[in-house]
């Protein structure tokens, strides 16, 4: 679901309305558009997703409760991210109210993972969804951490997945991939988003650039250059049915760190917001 924000003329400078752009239709009085968001992509039209957060309320009630209660101003910009006393409340599972750590399936994962830095928490936002934890990769990520199994590493792509365990979890990863293989940050960044669409027509150049390119870092170090490439691409296309953002599980893992540092520093102020 998302915003779409349609020209007030046309190229002509005729003035235009929504209706004459795009078929609508109102659903409990809000305008809806009758296309789906992949044709409103192809047709041209801007599609924003503008969240609200009731989380940040929360922030702003209780670094303003803070300020009158102790009299201290907090930047949370300023926090120290490797505050031992939060990252052990993580590892007991104790995330009740925790932005998108609260639920009773992450906070068993806290438990088995039990996080050390922000690094880990991005890695368990990423992996905790339905695609990842249908392909079993949560636990290959938890296995590896714990030194049950032994992280694997595709030739060439150790930098890429050196914080992940060998495993593919950004969408970020696909694109640092494709850049081994021999393509441009911008090829990269399309094959991201045509495997995300999974335009199957549009990857085909892209296969065969990242086979050509990518069969060269590995020639030598297998037997088969070309079949070792094109194992990697399918690995790649796989993963980019779940493969996340990782800027976004970034920022969403960061406040999900705050929330845990003020609950730990500030539980008063911190209950008090969350309570209201």
Not at 33 to 54: C, V
Not at 115 to 128: G, K, W
């Amino acid at each position: 679901s998302a915003v779409i924000i349609t020209p007030k003329e046309d190229k002509q400078g005729n003035p235009m309305t929504i209706y004459e752009w795009m078929p609508v239709r109102k659903i409990d009085g809000v305008l809806v558009s009758e296309w789906e968001g992949k044709y409103i992509d192809k047709a041209g039209f801007l599609k924003e997703d503008i969240l609200g957060i009731a989380q940040l309320d929360k922030f702003r009630m209780t670094l303003e409760l803070i300020k009158e209660n102790i009299g201290e101003t907090i930047d949370l910009n300023e926090v120290d991210t490797k505050h031992k006393k939060t990252f052990k409340t993580f590892q007991k599972g104790m995330n009740e109210d925790v932005f998108q750590f609260g639920t009773g399936g992450l906070k068993k994962y806290s438990i088995e993972v039990k996080p050390t830095e922000v690094e880990d928490l991005i890695s368990m936002n990423a992996l905790y969804r339905p695609g990842p934890m249908k392909s079993d990769a949560h636990n290959d990520f938890v296995r590896i951490r714990r030194g049950r199994k032994k992280a694997k590493f595709d030739i060439g792509m150790e930098v890429v997945t050196e914080k992940t365990f060998g495993l593919y979890v950004y969408q970020e990863q696909v694109m640092q991939a494709m850049v081994v293989g021999g393509m441009t940050l911008s090829e990269a960044d399309q094959v991201r988003t045509y495997m995300k669409k999974f335009d199957d027509k549009s990857l085909q150049k892209f296969k065969k650039k990242f086979v050509k390119g990518y069969s060269k870092v590995v020639d030598g170090k297998v037997k088969k250059p070309k079949s070792y490439a094109t194992e990697v691409w399918d690995k790649l296309y796989q993963f980019s049915s779940y493969g996340f953002n990782r800027s976004h599980a970034a920022a969403y893992s960061v406040m999900g760190y705050w929330s845990q540092w003020l609950k730990v520093n500030y539980p008063l102020e911190f209950w008090t917001a969350s309570l209201n």
